[in-house]
């Protein structure tokens, strides 16, 4: 019997409970106990030939969209599960993305990113054709293009209206797929030759007078039962990346039964629950103990991006892990990416490559594995840097701790710089009529807003409540939710 696997797309990593509920229950019909999230926010069912039909009988009676083991039409990816609880005061709400997402009435065979600039939770890059929401003007959209199959990455100089997006896209699809000699696999593909070809005279545009932003990387934490605004947001990572069809189902019903009508997918293979009400928190609490689901995996494990359907690339993730937690080694700020295909798209600021050095027709011998960082360990930019080459697995850990080391010092001559170039010229800052004192309620760390974290770019007087949705502790890592406050002082620091 012939082992399968089922791919179904949810564009935007939006899923509807009802939705969901009914394919497990197909899934249940045909001996699905686990199923798996994708990098690109898409659900994948393992079963065998024995079974595949039963399953997409009734995925076909449905009416559900599948496809089986390779993907044609790769999902369109959102930082919609961000909205609201990671992104805030932002131009780029819930009904911006269903618009973007309803107005595209077509199956991108081309990989499509749509993300909001500030955020650095859903990759804004991984797409082949990428649009990231302007700064400088509300519904306006920066087009990225990274053509298929390479590196080569290319900024339209004109700003997209929301209702042009769709038209713009399938125009583009269009030319790259239909001269794929030309853009396709070509490190000498040009964009500037792609946007020659752009007929724009029913679309909305205008010149972009800047580059699309890149904003730093500091993956939040994204799981737990967490509070915001007057209510709670629920994200659960498996560190198998199993989840089990019992506890998805009834996840499903306690949306439906407590009125959340969405379920979110990530880009880290897990999913979160928005708008869960304070009066609903212990069922949702029950139904985790009923599961036996931890909520408190390390950092220095979330922030790890492998492969889909790669029990390799997973057993490796786990094998580094287990060295970085045995160190106690600090991995704040760095996003890992391990790659064992060669056309793989991973999100990462620090990569571990998998390569033979002996490799024929048919022949794979001694495996060796390549570290190599982002520029400026961003995990958004495209250009990669070898930091240590040739490895074998038992090296591994060792150069992973040195590449650690590197990111930090780089971190700290970037802080210093900030520090320098934000400093007044011999003069003391006016002191603050008042100062707060917050305190981690997980290890005690004390943020002053009078002292700021100069040392996380966060400058002196810098209220708590300025602070971003994804500051942690510098300790413990905990998320800002996870502070107090304890003391207050007035007029009682001046700046050196």
Known sequence: MQAITVIINFPGGIISPGNLYNILVAASKAKIQYVRFG??????????SYNAETFTNELDRLAIDYEIDHSQYPNMVSSYPAEEIFVRNSWLTEGVYQDVLDTIDFKPRLKVNICDNNQSFTPMLTGNINWIASLEAEHYWHLIIRFPKTNVVYEW?????????????????????????????????????????????????????????????????????????NKYWLGIYRRDELFKVAFLKKICLLCTETKVGQICCTSWKSIIIKGIAEKDKARWNSLLEEFNINMRHAANELNFQIEDNSTESLDLKNYLVKYLSIDDIRTYGICFGIKTRKKSEIFSSILIRKRYLIRLPGIKLLPVYDILRAKDFNPNERTEEIFSSGNPRAMLPEQLRRVIMKFYVFRKEITQDRKVNSAPAKEKSNPVAQENLYQCSKCFTIYSEALGEIESGILPHTPFEDLPLNYCCTVCESGKDEFIKIATSTNDYVMP
């Open 39 to 48: 990098l690109r926010q898409q659900l994948f069912l393992d079963t065998i």
């Open 157 to 229: 100089d004109q700003l997209c209206y929301t209702n042009s997006i769709s038209k713009v896209t399938r125009q583009i699809e269009a030319l790259i797929t239909s001269n794929s000699d030309v853009f396709i696999d070509n490190v000498n593909a040009s964009g500037a030759e792609l946007f020659k070809l752009i007929q724009t005279d029913e679309c909305i545009t205008k010149a972009a007078t800047n580059r699309a932003p890149s904003t730093p990387f500091n993956l939040p934490y994204y799981e737990g039962l967490n509070r915001y605004n």
